[in-house]
């Protein structure tokens, strides 16, 4: 052998190992990585279920929120129902005692108003024991359109305190009127 031969086979004998330790180093790289690849996932699984876990955790806390405020609302219609079958009942109830002549209106005269032409003696007669102030008795039919005005205003009271209710319950602090009774009649 020669020289050159064995230099040559020197060289390809390098090459081999080289390549072999590549190969080594190569798959010692892969198994490393590979172990870090496997924590990473482990660790990206784990952050998942806490990410999930916390999403479970808000949904069930708003829909017992929600749950909560339609129990709420569900109890303010009840009432406010109740509220507008009582006034509706009433109303209905007056407007038949004025019907039957069992209870009739009458309005207050001013004493003082002498172009009144109505000519009440302010002073009770042998014929009469009131010592109230002088009235005048409302015609039925007025007594009735009036009884219809006012069920009709009841009926928007009871309507507006509903609505107030329900802002109130769904979201609140944005309404700024007074609270429920404070200002209604």
């Known amino acids: 052998m ?3 031969q064995k230099l040559a086979g020197l060289a390809m004998l390098i090459l081999v190992l080289m390549a072999a330790a590549a190969g080594v180093t190569w798959q010692v790289q892969e198994w490393r990585m590979g172990e870090k690849l496997s924590e990473q996932a482990g660790l990206h699984l784990h952050d998942l279920a806490e990410i999930r ?10 829909q017992g929120k929600r749950l909560a405020i339609e129990k709420q609302i569900a109890t303010q219609d009840q009432k406010h129902i109740k509220e507008l079958s009582d006034a509706q009942r ?10 039957t002549s069992y209870l009739r209106l009458s309005v207050l005269l001013d004493a003082t108003d002498s172009a009144g032409g109505c000519d009440v003696p302010a002073t009770p007669g042998a014929a009469g024991v009131v010592h109230a102030a002088r009235r005048a008795q409302l015609d039925p039919a007025h007594a009735q359109r009036i009884i219809g ?18 802002v109130r319950t769904v979201a609140p602090g944005t ?3 007074p609270a429920e009774g404070a200002g209604s009649p």
Not at 90 to 99: P, S
Request: proline share 2%; with cysteine; aromatic share 2%.
């Open 175 to 177: 309404l700024s009127v």
């Open 149 to 166: 005005i006012t069920d009709s205003g009841d009926q928007g009271l009871i309507a507006l305190r509903a609505c107030q209710a329900y």
């Open 53 to 62: 876990n916390a999403a479970a955790a808000q949904v069930s806390a708003e």
């Open 90 to 99: 009433n109303q209905a109830a007056l407007r038949d005692r004025l019907a």
């Open 2 to 4: 020669t020289p050159v």
